[in-house]
T-cell receptor
């Protein structure tokens, strides 16, 4: 099992450009999450999904959109990138019936917006 | 709302020293509590958890006890190793979502 994988690992964008971050998991997990990690602030939840075709807003959703067309994939989109979105982005998933319990994290995507 | 406050770092220790990282929380209801660890260049991994008051979570020599009366979940290890150098996050769960503390960077010197 690869677990949770994220693509790309690193990306540089100019202000106003768009991009999509891909998260994939091969553990048949129902729940998936996108977080951003900023210095001194821990991880903050951007959006999450409790199943295929469903998404919901987290703590800091503005400027981001998500889609969960397939159970194993969770996409995070930035329509018009801003320097404030420079961060490290982590995807996570958790098994059915354990949405509050153990989350399995990907290795992260480092995004720099100039 | 829910929030987690943990000891600010960085913390620098010598090998075999005792480590404590304080964590307190504010929550409605009865959350589960977690410690996650992030090694350099990697994602977060679950270190230990406790799901109800007075539960003790333990793993890899680390321990933490769920203290409802003091709303705390302090992480301890009796003898740290260089390989324990990492960032440690305290977290609580609420309705499918985790709320994290800011993280504490721990460096262990040989």
């Amino acid at each position: 099992n690869a677990g949770v994988t994220q693509t790309p690992k690193f990306r540089v964008l100019k202000t106003g450009q768009s991009m999509t971050l891909l998260c994939a998991q091969d553990m048949n997990h129902e729940y998936m999450y996108w977080y951003r990690q900023d210095p001194g602030m821990g991880l903050r939840l951007i959006h999450y999904s409790v199943g295929e075709g469903t998404t919901a807003k987290g703590e800091v959703p503005d400027g981001y959109n998500v889609s969960r067309l397939k159970k194993q994939n969770f996409l995070l989109g930035l329509e018009s990138a801003a320097p404030s979105q420079t961060s490290v982005y982590f995807c996570a998933s958790s098994p059915p019936g354990q949405g509050e319990e153990t989350q399995y994290f990907g290795p992260g995507t480092r995004l720099l917006v100039l | 709302g829910n929030s987690v406050t943990q000891m600010e770092g960085p913390v620098t220790l010598s090998e075999e020293a005792f480590l404590t990282i304080n964590c307190t929380y504010t929550a409605t209801g009865y959350p589960s509590l977690f410690w996650y660890v992030q090694y350099p260049g990697e994602g977060l991994q679950l270190l230990l958890k406790a799901t109800k008051a007075d539960d003790k979570g333990s793993n890899k020599g680390f321990e933490a006890t769920y203290r409802k009366e003091t709303t705390s979940f302090h992480l301890e290890k009796g003898s740290v190793q260089v390989s324990d150098s990492a960032v440690y996050f305290c977290a609580l769960s609420n309705d499918y979502k985790l709320s994290f503390g800011a993280g504490t960077t721990v460096t262990v010197r040989a």
